[in-house]
């Protein structure tokens, strides 16, 4: 049974670069309910934390009122498809210009971002790992990556939208960060339809079998899709913490290993 | 001896594709005194015309007083070294800041364009060549790769300008395109100092047995620096043209192949 108190650590499982993988997302950094608007308080709050932080890191951000919003209207997927180039055009300049937004916050406030749009580290929908462990480079070199949700070409007038979870569990997987972090706008996991407590700690066990309230789904984000993509991150034994990025005092603890508020996903532990 | 006449016709010596490589020079769409400063009327004409062009397209862009402008004022050159991260950054920054307004242009009148930043198909200084025709794959399918001179990660904490005249000989050899066209400020490649005659046409020997008025060098950009380039790529056996930015119809007629007023550096038959 899951339990519900409200703080815990995270286990340190791998001290490999001491990296740590956080995903911005885009209900955090903009409004998602007003096209276009990007979310500057937070932005600004997030950059500061990054800022002060002296490990290596790599973020990922989502889409929100940006890319999100576009690729809604234009009725695009995370699947290869001859999509409107019109909308390609747009999605693509919009998720640049949300990105553009952040970096600028986080030179602001003293971070080194270093900006990386997906097809960077991706050929179409497939990884390159090459190009991901030099992500890791930069970042042990002191700058931080950022990268993001996008439209990226596949083949020939194919494009798909790759999402800012899905880029999560593949750079995860590729890198084994020492810790995985979701910045949402909720407290973490809720439980059962009702509750206003947040579940502490799940796997992939208790998460199969208890019934948990689920917001809407949305084409790439939401709390279901975040949980999945953490589960396969948790499977390759990483722990993952989902944790409200609106209150940035619970990111930095979070980073820095200290108690928190969130609910975490359990690494399972690697297979052979 | 280079003739004067003010107009003449681009030889089409390669129709592989009808391929057409254009650098937006950074004294084009910017305004080159002023940091920071974006020449919108002029990044609107062009984008007209771009959206008015059926054919493969490919756009190469400097960083005028953006990324140009930082890159003098953090002594960054274009070879790799450690240069500050936060230098790094701000270059960044700002040409992702300055492809994004042109971009937008793009979008706003009727064009397809699609950003590429140049780590998509160079790791660090070397051309990924399956990545640079996906570029043609790209317009071919009927976007707009749109890239740029920028700040790239080459190894370790090392990094390097990577000027958009040098990305415009690397696209050009590699993929071999029926026209190459530079944008600059300027009517052409103008005679002996105190002329106001710009040179119709010149080839390798040509222009190195004469004296013509040179601009101030800058980092990457200058007028020789446009020569130098566009010379290695007529080696290859394309034309490449110059041509006045800030006149539209002049940039029109070169890409349509019609009558115009600049200068051609004529291709050298490609040895074996």
Chains 1, 2 share one sequence.
Not at 64 to 70: L, M, R
Request: overall charge neutral.
């Amino acid at each position: 049974m899951p339990s519900t108190s409200s703080s815990h650590k995270i286990d340190v499982r791998k001290e490999r670069s001491g990296l740590i993988l956080l995903k911005f997302g885009g209900s955090v950094i903009t409004f998602k309910e007003k096209p276009l608007s990007p979310n500057m308080e937070c932005i600004n709050h997030l950059s500061r934390i990054i800022a002060s932080i002296d490990k290596p890191l790599i973020i990922v951000h989502g889409g929100g009122s940006f890319g999100h919003y576009w690729s809604v209207k234009y009725e695009m997927h995370t699947k290869p498809a001859r999509y409107d180039l019109k909308g390609v055009s747009v999605v693509h300049e919009s998720m640049i210009a949300l990105n553009e937004l952040l970096v600028k916050g986080l030179i602001e406030s003293g971070a080194k971002p270093y900006s990386v749009m997906p097809s960077v580290f991706m050929h179409g929908l497939e990884p390159i790992v090459k190009r991901i462990e030099e992500l890791e480079a930069i970042a042990v070199g002191g700058a931080v990556p950022v990268t993001f949700g996008d439209i990226v070409h596949v083949a020939e007038q194919n494009y798909s939208i790759l999402s800012g979870d899905a880029l999560m569990t593949i750079l995860a997987e590729a890198l084994l960060p020492s810790k995985v972090i979701f910045l949402v706008n909720v407290d973490g996991l809720y439980g059962d339809v009702g509750t206003q407590n947040i579940i502490r700690e799940i796997n992939y066990e208790t998460y199969k079998s208890a019934t948990f309230s689920k917001t809407t789904l949305d084409v790439t984000g939401g709390m279901n899709r975040k949980i999945e993509e953490g589960l396969k991150i948790a499977a390759s034994g990483i722990d993952v913490v989902l944790v409200n990025g609106l209150k940035p005092q619970r990111v930095l603890n979070a980073i820095n290993g200290c108690d928190f508020e969130g609910t975490l996903i359990r690494h399972e532990e690697r297979r052979g």
